[in-house]
C-alpha cells in the first residue's frame, strides 16, 4: 500500500544517542509532504486528463470509423448512381433507335404506297388516253364518213 502524507507527517522516530537533529528531520518530512501532496494532486490531474484524453480518442476513433464508413457508402452510391446512369443511357440509346427503324418503316411504307399510287395514275393516265384516242378517231371517222357522204350527195 503506497505511502500518504498523513504517513509521512506522523512518522515518529526513536531517538538514539546522539541522533539526527529533530528540527532537520521534522523540516524536512514537512518538505518530504508537501512534494509528495503536489506529486499526487499532479498525478491525480494526469489521471484526469489521461481519462479526458481517452474519452476524446474514442471519439475520435468513432468518428473516423463514421467517417470511413460514410466513404464506403458515398463510393457505393456514386458507383450505383453510375451504374443506373448507363442502364438509363443504354435504355434511352434502344429507345431512340426504335423510334427511328419505326421512322424508316413508316417512311419506306409511304414510299411504296406512293410508287404505287404513280404507277396507278400513269396506267390510268394511259388508259384515259387511250379512251380519248380511241374516242377522237371514232369520231374521226364518222367526220369522214359524212363528209364522204356529203360529197356523194352533192
Known amino acids: 500500500m503506497p505511502l500518504t502524507p498523513l504517513d509521512i507527517v506522523n512518522k515518529e522516530f526513536k531517538h538514539g544517542f546522539r541522533g539526527y537533529n529533530e528540527d532537520d528531520v521534522n523540516e524536512f518530512l514537512d518538505e518530504?509532504?508537501?512534494?509528495?501532496?503536489?506529486?499526487?494532486?499532479?498525478?491525480?490531474?494526469?489521471?484526469?486528463?489521461?481519462?479526458?484524453?481517452?474519452?476524446?480518442?474514442?471519439?475520435?476513433?468513432?468518428?473516423?470509423a463514421t467517417l470511413q464508413n460514410t466513404l464506403v457508402v458515398a463510393q457505393q452510391t456514386a458507383e450505383e448512381v453510375k451504374v443506373a446512369a448507363r442502364k438509363e443511357a443504354e435504355l434511352i440509346v434502344r429507345e431512340a433507335e426504335a423510334k427511328a427503324e419505326e421512322i424508316v418503316r413508316k417512311a419506306e411504307s409511304r414510299?411504296?404506297?406512293?410508287?404505287?399510287?404513280?404507277?396507278?395514275?400513269?396506267y390510268e393516265t394511259e388508259k384515259f388516253r387511250a379512251q380519248v384516242k380511241s374516242l377522237?378517231?371514232?369520231?374521226?371517222?364518222l367526220v369522214e364518213t359524212s363528209l364522204v357522204q356529203a360529197t356523194v350527195e352533192t
Do not use: P
Open 32 to 64: 518530504v509532504v508537501r512534494d509528495y501532496e503536489a506529486l499526487i494532486k499532479e498525478n491525480d490531474e494526469l489521471k484526469e486528463n489521461t481519462s479526458g484524453m481517452t474519452e476524446r480518442l474514442e471519439q475520435y476513433r468513432k468518428l473516423e
Open 111 to 122: 414510299a411504296r404506297e406512293t410508287e404505287t399510287q404513280l404507277t396507278q395514275l400513269r
Open 136 to 141: 377522237l378517231e371514232s369520231q374521226l371517222r
